[in-house]
């Protein structure tokens, strides 16, 4: 019990620490470099919905973290609005989902749609990673992204600098 009390707290403690930001419904609007929370909302009383603009650099890898519960059910898509594709992968101790690559070498993927179900063995993070594979001289890929999961749950980005 008490190694599980200071695990939880070490936890906290380092999401704190490792620069990141929860996503809540009051920081609507540019809340930093590359970043647009685009809406959160509520969906009756056990759902909440997260819609958020990225912006990433070429060669850029930006890691969305999700915590959950066990049993806890996430629905999201991506779409990549101008430029070339993304890779997508959701991690929680090992890979959970991975898009399909383009057709190209480094195209990535353009699109999709992701559903999975938490579980213990995976843990109660999980890490939505968006990898932007082109080369130099190309410019940043705005991707939208909507994640829709329990109220119990968080929802957090790196703060991105410029």
């Known amino acids: 019990m008490v190694k599980g009390v ?19 419904g009051q920081n609507q609007g540019a809340s930093s470099a590359g970043l ?8 009756g009383t056990k759902w909440q919905m997260k819609q958020v603009r990225l912006k990433i650099s070429p060669g850029q ?23 070339s594709g993304i890779d ?17 070498e480094n195209a990535g ?16 993070t999980y890490t939505l990673t968006l990898d932007n594979p082109a080369g130099e001289g190309t410019t940043a890929v705005p991707v939208f992204l909507e994640v829709i999961y329990p109220v ?9 600098d410029k």
């Open 36 to 43: 647009e929370i685009v809406r959160s909302a509520e969906l």
């Open 109 to 124: 993927t353009g699109s999709d749609r992701f559903s999975f179900t938490a579980t213990r063995e995976q843990g109660d």
């Open 88 to 104: 997508f992968a959701i991690a929680g101790r090992t890979q959970v989902y991975r898009s399909p690559a383009g057709a190209k």
């Open 152 to 160: 119990t749950g968080s929802l957090y980005v790196p703060v991105i």
């Open 6 to 24: 200071l695990m939880a707290a070490v936890a906290l403690l380092a999401l704190t620490l490792s620069g990141c930001q929860e996503l809540i």
């Open 61 to 83: 890898k930006l890691e969305v973290l999700l915590r959950l519960s066990e049993k806890d059910e996430v629905d999201g898509y991506f779409f990549v609005e101008k430029g």
